[in-house]
């Protein structure tokens, strides 16, 4: 489990390094039934701890932090697999309002310095808690997989099939 959530780690990292400016997609996100179509990350922002600190400090890809006791949700518009420079890896669209936590999130820890990580949630699950230098703007990402993570699986836990 530690070298997929490491593996994951890079991957998000790409998320977020990759992220960038792009064509918003529907005007709120919202579907013709009012629900939010695709699925979501879920993000937050905290701190880098010391082992056996406190008993919310957990290991996250080789790394302590606490573990946020709230989490704010960043719709996905889309999920696809993708390929990128011969390399498989999963297309994100975030709705507007995903794209709004994402962009303020990333704000959030970038100012509060180098303890601070965005801790990221797929599926109900932990998976990463990169350092993040700045803000990232945009509603599109691409999301780098390594040749032994499954692009299908990760797709299918953000879209939450």
């Known amino acids: 489990m530690t070298s997929r959530t ?15 400016c792009a064509d918003p997609g529907g005007p709120d996100g919202v579907d013709a039934l009012g629900a939010t179509p695709g699925g979501a990350i879920e993000l937050a922002v905290s701190e880098t701890c010391v082992e056996g600190s406190d008993p919310e400090c957990i290991l996250v ?12 949700r960043a719709s996905v518009e889309d999920a696809v697999v993708a390929e990128a420079g011969g390399q498989r890896a999963v297309d994100v669209t975030f709705t507007d309002d995903g794209a709004v936590v994402l962009s303020a999130l990333t704000a959030k820890a970038a100012a509060a310095g180098a303890s601070a990580r965005l801790v990221i949630k797929i599926g109900g699950e932990i998976r990463s808690a990169p350092f993040v230098a700045e803000a990232l703007t945009g509603n599109q990402a691409l999301i780098a997989l390594s040749p032994d993570d499954n692009a299908q699986e990760t797709v299918d836990l953000i879209n939450g099939d």
């Open 61 to 72: 890809n080789d790394q302590y932090v606490l573990r946020p006791t709230a989490f704010e």
């Open 6 to 20: 490491q593996r994951l780690s890079l991957v998000l990292v790409a998320l977020l390094a990759l992220s960038g």
